[in-house]
């Protein structure tokens, strides 16, 4: 059974070849403060020595380029942590390295995730000059209230000066809300959604609040110290900032992110259309194919230790394994289908040397399709609207093998 999709205008496709392109992520794991919300390796330490923390991510850069030679670098992204504490001749050398070992494509996106506090707003014209081309700005929220409920550094007004400072410094800009949050109604939603877009430049990541395990806001809300609202409530959250950013000129192209056409994020499209990067910093992880097998890569979790073992062995790897075909399939299923674009399925076959039949559930499959949870046709799968709302879902009746 098959019914029709949509065309999707994604324009990574102009960016990124059909293998799902090739990507450097760097990780810079420090923070002013953690903020309450977050499970990413990030960490505040009083000091960093920047001298050694360059060396060292140049030296891990040069270690995956002996594994990637004459390879061509299709995006790279700062990510944290926060990336815009590095001084930018750090970032500049970063840029250097990966272009002495790698050749940049023509239309290389290299982006930096900010924060919008003054300090580093500041540099954003050392960034530029330093070879980034695009910055995503950790926002959050637009008001001083839930700025400090979420635990953020930064005011409204360094939020919107950071804004006017982006849109002057680079050709493309990006920034992150967070919805879902205590007391959020969809009308106050919709309206703080109309003035961020009157601020965006072409790109807008929008996530659900989620309470994860380890974080601050995890025991408080166990606690009772706030409530997040019910599950209908956030996805009539979720309904309406698609319907008002579509309306807007920037529809969904992947679950949480927003973009006019032309203004996808490159890098991130690498990671969900199965494509290859380098990750290099603590805790980063990689995906590159060695002699025709697609390995996993993952460098050592902790900032010291990750610098202590770079300065000796010149790379922080700390585990990497071969992905069988299953592997591979469920994979490019569990990223693709985030996706608006969904899987295509040529470039699916060819990264796992079978075919979707071979690695999909015939009867979940079906059950899927007849409940309006997956569009397939011959060239790709998709999850509808509905299906990415309920993602978890669907991949484990898809995949339940």
């Avoid at 309450?36 to 380029?65: G, K, M």
């Amino acid at each position: 059974m098959h019914s029709a999709l949509s065309p999707i205008i994604v324009s990574g496709a102009d960016l990124i070849p059909e293998t799902g392109g090739f990507g450097l992520y760097v990780h810079w794991p420090f923070c002013q403060s953690k903020c309450p919300y977050c499970d990413f390796n990030s960490h505040v330490r009083a000091e960093v020595d920047h001298s050694r923390w360059q060396a060292a991510l140049t030296a891990e850069i040069a270690h995956f380029q002996a594994m990637t030679p004459g390879r061509t670098l299709d995006a790279i992204f700062f990510g944290g942590g926060t990336p815009s504490l590095m001084p930018p001749d750090t970032v500049e050398a970063i840029i250097n390295a990966a272009r002495t070992g790698w050749r940049f494509s023509n239309a290389i996106e290299i982006t930096l995730e900010a924060n919008p506090g003054s300090v580093e707003a500041d540099r954003f014209e050392g960034y530029a000059a330093a070879g980034v081309n695009r910055v995503s700005l950790g926002v959050q929220a637009l008001n001083d209230d839930d700025l400090k409920f979420l635990g953020r550094m930064h005011s409204h007004a360094e939020a919107l000066r950071a804004l006017e400072i982006a849109k002057a410094t680079f050709a493309r800009y990006s920034f992150d809300l967070i919805y879902a949050r205590p007391g959020q109604t969809v009308d106050q939603w919709r309206h703080e959604l109309e003035t961020a877009i009157s601020l965006a430049g072409g790109h807008m990541s929008v996530y659900q609040l989620t309470i994860e395990q380890g974080t601050a806001f995890h025991g408080l809300h166990q606690r009772g110290a706030f409530q997040i609202p019910d599950e209908d409530t956030g996805a009539a959250l979720y309904e309406a900032t698609g319907a008002i950013l579509e309306a807007a000129g920037m529809p969904r192209y992947e679950i949480s992110n927003h973009a006019a056409p032309g203004h996808e994020c490159a890098h991130n499209l690498i990671y969900w259309r199965g494509g290859e990067w380098a990750g290099v910093g603590p805790g980063a992880h990689g995906r590159l194919v060695q002699s025709g097998a697609r390995r996993t890569f993952a460098q050592t979790r902790t900032p010291e230790a990750w610098l202590t073992k770079v300065e000796t062995t010149g790379h922080a790897t700390s585990a990497s394994d071969s992905l069988t075909a299953e592997g591979v399939a469920a994979e490019a299923l569990m990223m693709g289908l985030r996706l608006t674009e969904g899987v295509d399925l040529k470039r699916f076959n060819r990264q796992t040397g079978g075919s979707l039949p071979d690695f999909v559930d015939h009867d979940g499959l079906q059950r899927l399709l007849d409940g309006g949870f997956i569009q397939h046709t011959p060239e790709r799968i998709a999850a509808t609207d509905a299906g990415r709302q309920r993602l978890n879902a669907v991949l484990e009746m898809l995949l339940a093998r």
